[in-house]
């Protein structure tokens, strides 16, 4: 991102899992969204179109898309309670091509029992792929929602190395 940039600003790109609309705020990126989201995304009333305050993601995007591990340190803000803060800061922790459970972010974050609200809160994650909910799975190694849809989210992890081995097969001739 642009840094000293003031007002609310969104660009479209295009991507292998279809157009990306990415929205920032004062500087801070507050939203990456898919095409045909699952829940509308927030763009600012005075938001204008600016390409080139997202030069830097879209260029680290690129690379993601050509299948390099990227650090995607850009300003972000979050707007979500403080439990859905939680959730997403622990999705950033999850390693490029690994996959982890929705336990498992409940544990991470010290809430165990919370599964149920963890899954919410990866659903309404407004940063995607940067912040990778694409890579929380189900317990039992399921490709389970995911709010770009089931397909772009293989899709990802296909580009990561992050399929799990024993679901892969069978999802990939499922999409055949």
């Known amino acids: 991102m642009r840094t000293g940039v003031s007002g609310n600003v969104f660009t479209k790109v295009a991507s292998p899992v279809g157009e990306l ?3 920032a705020e004062e500087g801070s990126l507050i939203g990456l969204h898919f095409e045909n989201p699952r829940y509308e995304p927030r763009l600012p009333s005075d938001c204008r179109r600016d390409d080139d305050v997202f030069t830097a993601v879209v260029s680290r995007l690129d690379a993601y898309f050509a299948g390099e591990a990227v650090d995607f340190e850009v300003s972000m803000k979050f707007e979500g309670t403080l439990f859905q803060r939680r959730v997403w800061e622990a ?10 459970s929705y336990a498992d972010v409940a544990e991470r974050i010290g809430a165990p029992k919370a599964v149920r609200a963890v899954g919410a809160a990866v659903g ?4 995607a792929i940067i912040v990778p909910c694409h890579r929380v799975i189900g317990a039992n190694g399921d490709l389970t929602g995911f709010g770009g849809g089931l397909d772009r989210k293989r899709h990802l992890l296909t580009l990561e190395g992050g399929l799990p081995a024993r679901r ?3 999802l990939a001739a499922m999409s055949v």
Do not use: D, E, K, Y
């Not at 950033?92 to 982890?100: D, L, W």
């Not at 309404?124 to 940063?127: A, D, G, S, T, V």
């Open 168 to 170: 892969g097969a069978r």
């Open 91 to 100: 999705l950033r922790t999850i390693p490029h091509g690994t996959t982890i």
């Open 124 to 127: 309404r994650n407004p940063i």
């Open 21 to 23: 609309l990415l929205v």
